[in-house]
């Protein structure tokens, strides 16, 4: 049975940092590009960053540029999300995603490429 679970969520300051990991099992993450996707209160859920199945590229949302980074370890089999200088308008569930084919910058933010979903891990930045 595939899962992925993401972890590492909470309650933080605005300012402050978290780090999130996704761990996959049943699934060989060294397959799949794998990408981190959010979804706020009362908004569609979007896209955050890409990371490619060997590491070797990644590919953030404007609004997150120069804050998150997006990492990874095969031999882990989990990925990670290094969220610094959080703002409130971050508070979100944050989700994992799993991608077994290449993707154009444009498709990759779209969430129906991606076969395999974790169930999210919430996050709250206060004020």
């Known amino acids: 049975q595939v899962q992925l679970v993401e972890s590492g969520g909470g309650l933080v300051q605005a300012g402050g940092s978290l780090r999130l990991s996704c761990t996959a099992s049943?699934?060989?993450?060294?397959?799949?590009?794998m990408a981190w996707f959010r979804q706020g209160p009362g908004k569609e859920r979007e896209f955050i960053s890409r990371?490619?199945?060997?590491?070797?590229?990644?590919y953030y949302a404007d609004s997150v540029k120069g804050r998150f980074t997006i990492s990874r370890d095969n031999a882990k089999n989990t990925v990670y999300l290094q969220m610094n200088s959080l703002k409130p308008e971050e508070t979100a569930v944050y989700y994992c995603?799993?991608?077994?084919?290449?993707?154009?910058?444009?498709?990759?933010?779209?969430?129906?490429?991606?076969?395999?979903w974790g169930k999210g891990t919430p996050v709250t930045v206060s004020s």
């Open positions: 995603a799993a991608d077994r084919h290449i993707r154009s910058t444009a498709a990759m933010k779209s969430l129906s490429p991606y076969e395999y």
């Open positions: 990371i490619t199945w060997n590491g070797g590229s990644t």
């Open positions: 049943g699934l060989p993450l060294s397959n799949y590009d």
